[in-house]
């Protein structure tokens, strides 16, 4: 019987090797959101996206008629790593990430009335099947930036997880 259970414990070993790493593998293949928090020529911010494995690059929101901080400086990060949130960023503030597989689902707050992001605020979702900014989704393969004015921003509801 001993080389029975030795000889499946060795079996069962192995398969959960290879499907941990092929797990892992799955996970991380497609990389994370490339963000640049910059501003455009005229002063206006805006957010630059990019995902090189998906062939997203230089999607941009630009939000005009607001102001940057007056230490602000251009900014490129990449979300790969799950965090606890919320994270400030130059304009806002991160506040959802799904990063389980990549590149995820990435949620932030920006320029709200307070530096919590709260009250009134442009939403900006990083999503694989589409860029939603303010709720209201735009396609990927656009080249058109997203512009968007103090006019649209909203007191967005917290959405609720069941």
């Known amino acids: 019987m001993m080389p029975f259970v030795v000889g499946m414990f060795f079996i069962a070993l192995g398969v959960y090797v290879l499907m941990y790493s092929t797990d892992q593998n799955i996970r991380s293949k497609d990389g994370g959101w490339q963000v ?12 630059v996206i990019n995902l090189p494995s998906s062939g997203i690059t230089n999607r941009t929101v630009i939000f005009n008629g607001e102001t940057v901080p007056a230490d602000f ?15 400030v960023v130059p304009f806002g503030q991160w506040f959802h990430g799904d990063l389980t597989y990549l590149p995820g689902v990435v949620t932030f707050n920006v320029f709200g009335a307070d530096a919590n992001a709260t009250g009134l605020r442009h939403e900006v979702e990083l ?15 656009s080249t058109e930036p997203v512009e968007v004015s103090p006019e649209d921003k909203q007191d967005w509801p917290v959405p609720e997880l069941n």
Do not use: C, E, I
Not at 36 to 45: D, I, K, R
Not at 127 to 141: A, E, T
């Open 127 to 141: 999503q694989k099947r589409g860029l939603v900014v303010n709720r209201k989704r735009h396609d990927w393969q």
């Open 73 to 87: 400086k251009t900014y490129t990060t990449n979300y790969v790593t799950p965090t606890h949130l919320p994270v």
């Open 36 to 47: 640049s928090y910059t501003t455009n020529q005229s002063g206006a911010p805006m957010m």
